[in-house]
């Protein structure tokens, strides 16, 4: 499926899973040489892996609020309005612990008279600000759900499914990928490297299955994005 919009995240994600298969081919020609020189590239491809995903995550979010943004004939729906209204509350803390200043009064004021005319379905409203950081080092599949949440996802991992071809008695067959596994997996053994700094077991072949599973994880929840966007509109 062809999306409508243009996500340079995707791009850029893509780019980076080059990078990552390079490591893994380095990984591959030290290991006649030295065992432990290729698991040195082998965490590195990981780490990159991960990390990437996560900034391809945290980007894609991104523009999916400025698309919505560059669209002022759409519909806000009630959840982006409720997480809008709390990303500029939540701004407005400090403000609220002192409101005996004349700036700070008046940037409550401001506010507030903004969040009225989105919930008027106002064209007039400032862009739509919801926060596209989240805690994936520590939470895994919990911390990417939260961050879809924010957009009227109830659970990311159940809107797409990430499927592979398997030999069977019939020949090749689809079947299902727990991919929520799979993200908590990868993130164990990031942290595992990360903090602890010890030698885990997985090979080369794991990493480049993973590498496809992210990839067409990506595919789709761009399509699913552009598919909200569209029902926005």
Known sequence: MKTSHNYESLNKFYIALREVIILIKRSQKEENKYRKISNIFLKSALILLTSKFEAFLENLMSEYIYFLNENKDKQVSDILKVQHTKEIIDSLGSCFKNT????????????????????????????????????????????????????????????????????????????????????????????????????????KEDLINNIKYLKQFSKKIVNKLDEKLLQNN
């Not at 950081?133 to 996802?153: Q, V």
């Open 100 to 203: 005996k200043t004349d700036k700070n009064r008046k940037k409550i004021i401001e506010s507030m008279k903004d969040l009225s005319l989105i919930w008027r379905n106002s064209k007039d409203f400032k862009p739509i600000q919801i926060s596209n950081k989240f805690n994936y080092g520590k939470h895994g599949s919990n911390a990417i759900i939260e961050l879809f949440n924010r957009i009227g996802f109830d659970d990311i991992f159940n809107e797409i499914e990430i499927t592979e071809l398997i030999k069977t008695i019939d020949g090749e067959a689809e079947e299902i990928i727990d991919f929520r596994a799979k993200i908590n997996e990868l993130i164990q053994k990031r942290n595992t490297i990360i903090h602890n700094d010890s030698s885990i077991l997985f090979t």
